[in-house]
Each structure stands twice: as structure tokens, then as C-alpha cells.
């Protein structure tokens, strides 16, 4: 028997450890798009008036994108069509009116957030990580946020945000992702229930790592978080999201918009473990994953930096990218994608140059298996303007099986001719020789698939704070358990 | 210790051992030789499992089991170990990391307790002046941008680190500079006991005046067509295969 063979036994499919439902109360919108939804959403959150007028420029544009049927296309992606009438798009766990401390939360959302290994509670917080957990639509629970208050960072929900800073939110929002900008940032405009805020201040490197948690429970619900985070000259700060859902037979949408800003030499570092139902073994349910992240490096010397690492969801649809405003400004993109049974992944990063000497950087790492099929898309722009700047570009596939596909669809746009791009891409298999080797020492075939595995995306692991470095291995080897080995 | 009973292997349908007798006993060192494509190689793979040598008939017994009917992974929990003619490179899977799953895998499989990243990288200090390695390789990626004889030393780091019965260093001396030669010959020295064996591959006599054998066996066309002692192996740097290549033609005649 062939190494390959023996290794590649078709998908025992790992099962998916986070399915589960919450048995909880909801205050939900009636099904269904119209303004009167957007209305209702709107006022159940007693948004100010600009707000709301921006939701309902956002919802007529939506409304002729659907009519003139300008869905969006060019995703390697397949997917019954979507029927946008037929989804809910608020729901909210009932709450008393106001929270004023954890312990005020429903313990069965606590236990939940529980079960799922976060810690909310007072005592088993992650030392060092608050936590801003978004049940449904809202957020629900944030930690630390007093010491956060001390250093003048603001971070909770959307929702609070807009209360309290309308100003910041007024003079943010849409600056990196206008409504027009596509058809589910139209969409998520319009109907947005919640999400995450965070202002960091002059000066100020944030002393916390900021986590927001996101999950979706009740059924035939959408889910459109908006993430806004702003880091001010000289601040800096590392963010992170994580995210898991039900198994439900039906397909749930998640359409978010994650939007960030530095200003001079301000960094924001960005972190994604993303780990949505899947969908079963013959692709039945899991979560349309179609997000669109974006940071505006809008000062000089600032940075931004994405790292992704996506095992779950049906199918993914995103590509956080940077627009390379301020002069010197850098961008990174650094990702591993696995699609295994009937999972769909189109990810990529675009990097848009405007300043002089910028730079970015774009990792991307590819790992399929089972009937998945991988693809990374790409842009890199450089703009007339933008002389002197650099990117390297990276993507590497690892198929591990016969029947997974990986692609891989890079772009370049140069407008000036003191810029300098490279490109690189491999394709490969995990090799028979690499398997011997290990096993020529005592390493089970497992064990080698999990250390080669893991070698293929140590670039990109090697970017995550510490603590979600293990998580996002540990993530990675359950959901090839039964894969490979 | 190990015994190979008329063993004929295969690559693909490619027949390329023909009948390769071998014993050796514990606390011996027996060197093989051999022209180019004669099948040295293919041997030390059968014997450690690669998936893509067939046995096609013969036996070989390892401590009296019998290994062809073991996985490669098992056969190096046995304490058998090769040392590779081109060493594997494993991007972004760190040497020492590498290291420590191999070794604890062969402590897992004896039911000795697995051992913690601190103890064992004490371990793997106490082991690097063995082959006078800098502790930095053993951070780097397994054998990847290694030049080729720091990839050899980084092998016989491996055997002094795994411990095994009987150590198959197929070129080991390939590719070191006449220092480094010395070096980690005397380093496999030092690793040679009463109770473990060595089988070691070479082209040249030069590691075999370090690493003195018993037995030193010519292998031509898949089969060993003459066994004698260490004093072969000078003879046959100075006088080639040319004598041994007639009496594979004999043999082959014969068969
Ligand atoms: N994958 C393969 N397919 C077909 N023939 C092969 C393959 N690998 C090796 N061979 C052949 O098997 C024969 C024996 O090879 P082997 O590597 O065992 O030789 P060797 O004695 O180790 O040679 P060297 O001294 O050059 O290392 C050679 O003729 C070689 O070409
Ligand atoms: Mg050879």
C-alpha cells in the first residue's frame, strides 16, 4: 500500500464541536426586506437621524443592485441563489433594559459563551485579552472595560458606540467601506444589528489584546456585524475575532463589514480565526461566509496588518485589503485557508498603493482536502503617484487529497515604473519522501501529516499573538482529523 | 541482530535486488560498497520501509522479527535508523522540534513518559559536540537551506539523539570536507556500543580508516557478490570494481 494511500483515507469528516443552540428568548424583526425593517431596526436601537438616513441611502442602493441583478460574480463560488426576502435580519437575545454588569447577563448566555471556551466571567478572564461577545445581532458582553476607560481606549459594541461617540461613528463609518462599495456592504449597511468599536488614542499602544466573539444562534437569522476601529497617530493596537455557529440543514448568511483607520504612525493588527459551521459531510447547511474587511493606512508611517486563518463556513467569500494612503505606509495580508468536504474558500487580499514608498506584503497559504477547492485572488495596485513602492506576494497550495482543487488568481496593476512587485506561488502535495522521513524516525503517519501541515503555515501562525497561535494549530488539527493519517 | 535471507526487491516492476544475503551481529560494523545504481540504496530502504521499494521475495528478520511485515514507523520504534543519502527538507517544521517528535515517539511507543520541551532540549545540548553542531542549526528549519554536510551531521545528530540498534548510514561521508569527515566519523565512534550495530553505506575507504569494520561487502547488481575484511576496501580504492564486476557476471551466468 502506497503512503498515499494509506494517508490519505477520504474524509472520516472531523464533526464539528460547536453545533449546538442556545435555548433562549429573541426579540426578532419579522422576516423579510423593506424600508419599515430598516426602520424598526433602526429605532429598536435608537439611532441618531444620520444613521438611520445613511441605512436607508444604504437599503435603496441594495434594492437596485438586486433588481439589476448585480450579484457578485466573479467569486470561484457556487451557491443556490439567495432568497433576500426570506431571511431575517435582526435578532436579539431579551434583555432587561440596560446591563450594567456581567452579572446582570442571562447565565444562559454566559454558559454558552461557556461551553465555547470563552471566558467572560470575572474570575476566568484570559489574562491580558478582553473579550466583546456578540450573540445573534448584539453584543451581549464586554470585559475589561474599565481598565480600558483608564487609558482612554474605547472598546464595546457598535450599538454603544453610537450612543455615546456618535461624533467618532459619524466621521467613520463608510470612510473605508462606503455603502456603494458592493452588494453585501450594501446590504450590511442597511440592516447592520451590531458589531464591535474600538478608538484608540494619540499616542496610546493599547494594553490589552481586544477580542470580539461572534456567534450566530437563532435560525433563518442573518448575520450583519459592522467592526469599526480606529487607531489614532502614534497608537497601536492587536484585535482579534473569533467565531463559530450552530449546525443547522439551512444555509445562514453572515455578511459583515470590518472597516479600520490609522492615522500616522498608528498600527492596527488584525487577527481572524474563523471557524463558522462548515456544513456536513455531503455539504448540506453551514454558514455563506461573504465578508468584506478593509483598512485605509490614511497616515504616514502607519500600518496595517491582517491575519486570517479560515477552517469554517460553507463558503468564504472575502479578501481584507489596505488601501496604502499615507507616505511610507505598509500593508500585510497573511492567511491560511483549508476547505475540506463540500467547503468553498475564494479569499485573497487586495493592496492599493497611493503614497510614495509604501509597502505591503501578501502571504497567502492554501490547504485543501477532501472535495474542498481553495482559491486565492489577489490585487495589487500601484498608483502613478505611489513611486518607489514594493510588494512581494506569496501564495502556496497544499492539496491533500485527489478530488480538491486549489487556484490561485493574482492580479497587478502598475501605474509607475519606480515600484517593484514579486510574485511567487507553489502548488504542492505533502510528499512521499517528507512522510518517509518522518516515519524513518518514529513518527506516526499522523503525526507527520500534522507537523508538515503546520511547517506549510508556520509564516502565518507565526503572526497571531501567542495564545491564538495554539488555538488556531490546535483548530487546524481537529478539523483535519479523519482527513489525513 | 539483523538477518537478510535471500531478500530480491523492486522498484515499480524494476527488479533491482537480486538475492542479498547479510548477517550482522551485535557490536559490529559492516561496510558495503559498490558501483553506482547497484542497488545500495535500495536495500537500506527496503529495510526501513519505503513505500515505494517492494520485497518481492527473501526475508529479513530484525531481532528476529520480521521486519518487511512492519510499517517504517514501527521498524524505527524497533531502533532501526537510516541515516539518508539526501536528507528530506521539511519546511517550517523546526529541527529540534523535528527531533523531539521522534524521539518522544519511540519513548511513547516503549511506554517510557514523553518528554517536555525543556529536558529534551538539555538532551539535545549534551548531544550537538557529538558531531560539533552549532545549537542554531537545531532552530532552523529540518534540512532546509542546510548545505550537504551540515544536512549528514545533522543526521548522525538524529541517530545520537534516537539511539537506535542498528544504524544505517547510507552515504554518510558524502558531501563532509576532510574535517568534518573526521569529525562525525568520531562521533559515530562514540555512538558504537557492544549491544548496537552499524550498516554502513560508503564509496571510500577514507571513513572506513575511523569507523573500522568487520566486514566489508561488495554489492554489484543487486546481489553481494564477495564479503571479506576491511582490508577490501583500500584494494578496492586503488583497484576498482573491474575483478568484482566478473564475478557478478559469473554469478549472473550461474543464477
Ligand atoms: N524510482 C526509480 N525508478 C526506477 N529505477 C530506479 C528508481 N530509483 C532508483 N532506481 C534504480 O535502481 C538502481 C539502484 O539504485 P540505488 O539508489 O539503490 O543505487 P546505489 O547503489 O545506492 O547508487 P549510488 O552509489 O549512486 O548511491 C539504479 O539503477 C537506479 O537507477
Ligand atoms: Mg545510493
Given amino acids: 500500500m502506497s503512503t498515499g494511500n494509506r494517508a490519505v483515507k477520504e474524509l472520516a469528516s472531523q464533526s464539528y464541536q460547536y453545533g449546538w443552540v442556545t435555548p433562549i428568548e429573541s426579540d426578532t424583526a419579522p422576516r423579510g426586506l423593506n424600508e419599515d425593517t430598516i426602520r424598526w431596526i433602526s429605532a429598536k436601537k435608537n439611532e441618531p437621524e444620520f444613521l438611520l438616513e445613511w441605512r436607508l441611502k444604504a437599503y435603496r442602493h441594495f434594492m437596485t443592485?438586486?433588481?439589476?441583478?448585480?450579484?457578485?460574480?466573479?467569486?470561484?463560488?457556487?451557491?443556490?441563489?439567495?432568497?433576500?426576502?426570506?431571511?431575517?435580519?435582526?435578532?436579539?437575545?431579551?434583555?432587561?433594559?440596560?446591563?450594567?454588569?456581567?452579572?446582570?447577563?442571562?447565565?444562559?448566555?454566559?454558559?454558552?459563551?461557556?461551553?465555547?471556551?470563552?471566558?467572560?466571567?470575572?474570575?476566568?478572564?484570559?489574562?491580558?485579552?478582553?473579550?466583546?461577545?456578540?450573540?445573534?445581532?448584539?453584543?451581549?458582553?464586554?470585559?475589561?472595560?474599565?481598565?480600558?476607560?483608564?487609558?482612554?481606549?474605547?472598546?464595546?459594541?457598535?450599538?454603544?458606540?453610537?450612543?455615546?461617540?456618535?461624533?467618532?461613528?459619524?466621521?467613520?463609518?463608510?470612510?473605508?467601506?462606503?455603502?456603494?462599495?458592493?452588494?453585501?456592504?450594501?446590504?450590511?449597511?442597511?440592516?447592520?444589528?451590531?458589531?464591535?468599536?474600538?478608538y484608540v488614542p494619540k499616542g496610546v499602544r493599547c494594553p490589552f489584546e481586544l477580542t470580539t466573539y461572534f456567534r450566530i444562534n437563532a435560525q433563518s437569522t442573518g448575520q450583519f456585524e459592522r467592526t469599526l476601529i480606529v487607531a489614532d497617530e502614534g497608537s497601536y493596537v492587536s484585535y482579534l475575532e473569533g467565531c463559530s455557529a450552530p449546525m443547522r440543514d439551512e444555509n445562514q448568511l453572515h455578511a459583515a463589514v470590518v472597516e479600520l483607520v490609522t492615522l500616522d504612525n498608528a498600527e492596527i493588527k488584525y487577527s481572524t480565526i474563523q471557524n463558522w459551521y462548515p456544513g456536513d459531510e455531503e455539504g448540506k447547511g453551514g454558514i455563506y461566509n461573504f465578508v468584506t474587511k478593509r483598512g485605509k493606512c490614511a497616515g504616514a508611517n502607519s500600518k496595517i496588518s491582517w491575519t486570517q486563518v479560515e477552517t469554517g463556513a460553507a463558503i468564504t467569500w472575502k479578501y481584507p485589503s489596505v488601501i496604502l494612503q499615507g507616505d511610507n505606509s505598509v500593508g500585510e495580508f497573511y492567511s491560511v485557508a483549508l476547505t475540506k468536504g463540500y467547503q468553498q474558500a475564494d479569499t485573497g487580499s487586495k493592496m492599493t498603493h497611493m503614497g510614495k514608498?509604501?509597502?505591503?506584503?501578501?502571504?497567502?497559504?492554501?490547504?485543501?482536502?477532501?472535495?474542498?477547492?481553495?482559491?486565492?485572488?489577489?490585487?495589487?495596485?500601484?498608483?502613478?503617484?505611489?513611486?518607489?513602492?514594493?510588494?512581494?506576494?506569496?501564495?502556496?497550495?497544499?492539496?491533500?487529497?485527489?478530488?480538491?482543487?486549489?487556484?490561485?488568481?493574482?492580479?497587478v496593476e502598475v501605474r509607475n515604473n519606480s515600484s517593484h512587485l514579486e510574485h511567487e506561488a507553489f502548488t504542492s502535495r505533502v510528499s512521499e519522501e517528507q512522510l518517509f522521513y518522518c516515519n524513518q524516525r518514529g513518527i506516526s503517519l499522523e503525526e507527520a501529516h500534522r507537523l508538515i501541515i503546520n511547517g506549510f503555515c508556520k509564516e502565518v501562525f507565526k503572526q497571531l499573538p501567542f495564545e491564538f497561535a495554539v488555538e488556531a494549530t490546535r483548530l487546524l488539527e481537529a478539523n483535519l482529523e479523519g482527513t489525513v493519517g | 541482530m539483523l538477518e537478510v535471507i535471500d531478500l530480491h526487491?523492486?522498484?515499480?516492476?524494476?527488479?533491482?535486488?537480486?538475492?542479498?544475503?547479510?548477517?550482522?551481529?551485535?557490536?559490529?560494523?559492516?561496510?558495503?560498497?559498490?558501483?553506482?545504481?547497484?542497488?545500495?540504496?535500495?536495500?537500506?530502504?527496503?529495510?526501513?520501509?519505503?513505500?515505494?521499494?517492494?520485497?518481492?521475495?527473501?526475508?529479513?528478520?530484525?531481532?528476529?522479527?520480521?521486519?518487511?511485515?512492519?510499517?517504517?514507523?514501527?521498524?524505527?520504534?524497533?531502533?532501526?535508523?537510516?541515516?539518508?543519502?539526501?536528507?528530506?527538507?521539511?519546511?517550517?517544521?523546526?529541527?529540534?522540534?523535528?527531533?523531539?517528535?521522534?524521539?518522544?515517539?519511540?519513548?511513547?511507543?516503549?511506554?517510557?513518559?514523553?518528554?517536555?520541551?525543556?529536558?529534551?532540549?538539555?538532551?539535545?545540548?549534551?548531544?550537538?559536540?557529538?558531531?560539533?553542531?552549532?545549537?542554531?542549526?537545531?532552530?532552523?528549519?529540518?534540512?532546509?537551506?542546510?548545505?550537504?554536510?551540515?544536512?549528514?551531521?545533522?543526521?548522525?545528530?538524529?541517530?545520537?539523539?534516537?539511539?537506535?540498534?542498528?544504524?544505517?548510514?547510507?552515504?554518510?561521508?558524502?558531501?563532509?570536507?576532510?574535517?568534518?569527515?573526521?569529525?562525525?566519523?568520531?562521533?559515530?565512534?562514540?555512538?558504537?556500543?557492544?549491544?548496537?550495530?552499524?550498516?554502513?553505506?560508503?564509496?571510500?575507504?577514507?571513513?572506513?580508516?575511523?569507523?573500522?569494520?568487520?566486514?566489508?561487502?561488495?554489492?554489484?547488481?543487486?546481489?553481494i557478490v564477495k564479503s571479506g575484511g576491511k582490508e577490501m576496501a583500500l584494494e578496492i580504492e586503488t583497484e576498482g570494481y573491474d575483478k568484482y564486476e566478473d564475478m557478478a557476471k559469473a554469478l549472473r551466468a550461474g543464477a
Fill in chain 1, 357 to 411: 514608498n509604501t509597502r505591503s506584503t501578501i502571504i497567502a497559504k492554501t490547504i485543501s482536502a477532501g472535495h474542498g477547492n481553495g482559491t486565492y485572488r489577489g490585487l495589487v495596485k500601484v498608483m502613478p503617484k505611489a513611486t518607489n513602492s514594493w510588494n512581494f506576494t506569496q501564495c502556496d497550495s497544499l492539496l491533500l487529497s485527489n478530488s480538491c482543487g486549489a487556484h490561485t488568481t493574482p492580479y
Fill in chain 2, 9 to 223: 526487491a523492486s522498484i515499480g516492476d524494476v527488479p533491482i535486488l537480486k538475492g542479498v544475503n547479510l548477517r550482522v551481529n551485535a557490536g559490529e560494523v559492516h561496510a558495503i560498497m559498490g558501483p553506482n545504481g547497484s542497488g545500495k540504496s535500495t536495500l537500506a530502504y527496503v529495510l526501513a520501509g519505503h513505500p515505494s521499494y517492494k520485497a518481492t521475495s527473501g526475508r529479513a528478520l530484525f531481532e528476529g522479527q520480521n521486519l518487511l511485515a512492519m510499517l517504517p514507523e514501527n521498524r524505527a520504534r524497533a531502533g532501526l535508523f537510516l541515516s539518508f543519502q539526501h536528507p528530506v527538507e521539511v519546511p517550517g517544521v523546526r529541527f529540534d522540534e523535528f527531533m523531539r517528535a521522534g524521539f518522544n515517539a519511540l519513548r511513547k511507543s516503549r511506554g517510557v513518559p514523553e518528554m517536555g520541551v525543556l529536558d529534551f532540549n538539555k538532551h539535545l545540548a549534551s548531544k550537538l559536540g557529538i558531531v560539533g553542531m552549532d545549537a542554531t542549526f537545531t532552530r532552523r528549519y529540518v534540512n532546509e537551506g542546510f548545505s550537504g554536510g551540515e544536512k549528514k551531521r545533522g543526521e548522525i545528530l538524529q541517530m545520537a539523539i534516537l539511539d537506535p540498534k542498528l544504524a544505517i548510514l547510507d552515504e554518510t561521508d558524502s558531501g563532509l570536507d576532510v574535517d568534518a569527515l573526521r569529525e562525525v566519523a568520531q562521533g559515530i565512534n562514540k555512538l558504537r556500543r557492544a549491544d548496537n550495530a552499524i550498516l554502513l553505506v560508503t564509496h571510500y575507504q577514507r571513513i572506513l580508516s575511523y569507523v573500522t569494520p568487520d566486514v566489508v561487502h561488495v554489492l554489484i547488481g543487486g546481489r
Fill in chain 1, 65 to 198: 443592485l438586486l433588481q439589476k441583478e448585480q450579484l457578485p460574480e466573479w467569486a470561484n463560488v457556487h451557491y443556490p441563489s439567495i432568497d433576500f426576502q426570506d431571511i431575517i435580519y435582526y435578532s436579539a437575545p431579551k434583555t432587561k433594559e440596560k446591563l450594567n454588569s456581567l452579572e446582570e447577563v442571562d447565565p444562559e448566555l454566559l454558559k454558552t459563551y461557556e461551553k465555547l471556551g470563552i471566558p467572560l466571567g470575572e474570575q476566568k478572564r484570559l489574562a491580558g485579552v478582553a473579550v466583546d461577545a456578540i450573540f445573534d445581532s448584539v453584543s451581549i458582553a464586554t470585559t475589561f472595560k474599565e481598565e480600558l476607560a483608564k487609558y482612554g481606549v474605547i472598546f464595546g459594541s457598535f450599538s454603544e458606540a453610537v450612543q455615546n461617540h456618535p461624533e467618532l461613528v459619524e466621521k467613520y463609518l463608510g470612510s473605508v467601506v462606503p455603502y456603494t462599495d458592493n452588494f453585501y456592504a450594501a446590504l450590511n449597511a442597511a440592516v447592520f444589528s451590531d458589531g464591535s468599536f474600538c
